[in-house]
């Protein structure tokens, strides 16, 4: 399995970006998919997942700004940040949680919001 994260960059608060992961080993479409984030000292944090069936749990100080989402032509999942914040600068990772072998991560691609 392989997640290969991109997207992120620089942006200004009330900014956009589109973070896309792209699957390789596992077919996004009947998998359990997410996106968490962690910045430097603290713990990684779940900001988006997406459940075989359909289903969404988005972090408390994300929702209604960020949405999750497949693109299963290019097996992948994206995830569309709106309205974005300081506190949101942080590396992002790309997950995949496996039903018997556990969490597999991406590389990571860093988001920067600047005020």
């Known amino acids: 399995v392989q997640l290969q994260a991109s997207g992120g960059g620089l942006v200004q608060a009330g900014g956009s970006l589109r973070l896309s992961c792209a699957a390789s080993?596992?077919?996004?479409?009947?998998?359990?998919m997410g996106w968490y984030r962690q910045v430097p000292g603290n713990q990684r944090e779940l900001v988006a997942a997406?459940?075989?069936?359909?289903?969404?749990i988005y972090g408390d100080s994300v929702k209604g700004r960020f949405t999750i989402s497949r693109d299963n032509p290019k097996n992948s999942v994206n995830l569309q940040m709106n309205n974005l914040r300081p506190d949101d600068t942080a590396i992002y990772y790309c997950?995949?949680?496996?039903?018997?072998?556990?969490?597999?991560w991406g590389q990571g691609t860093q988001v920067t919001v600047s005020s």
């Open positions: 997950n995949y949680a496996a039903p018997d072998s556990g969490n597999y």
């Open positions: 997406l459940a075989i069936d359909g289903s969404t």
């Open positions: 080993g596992i077919l996004v479409s009947i998998s359990n």
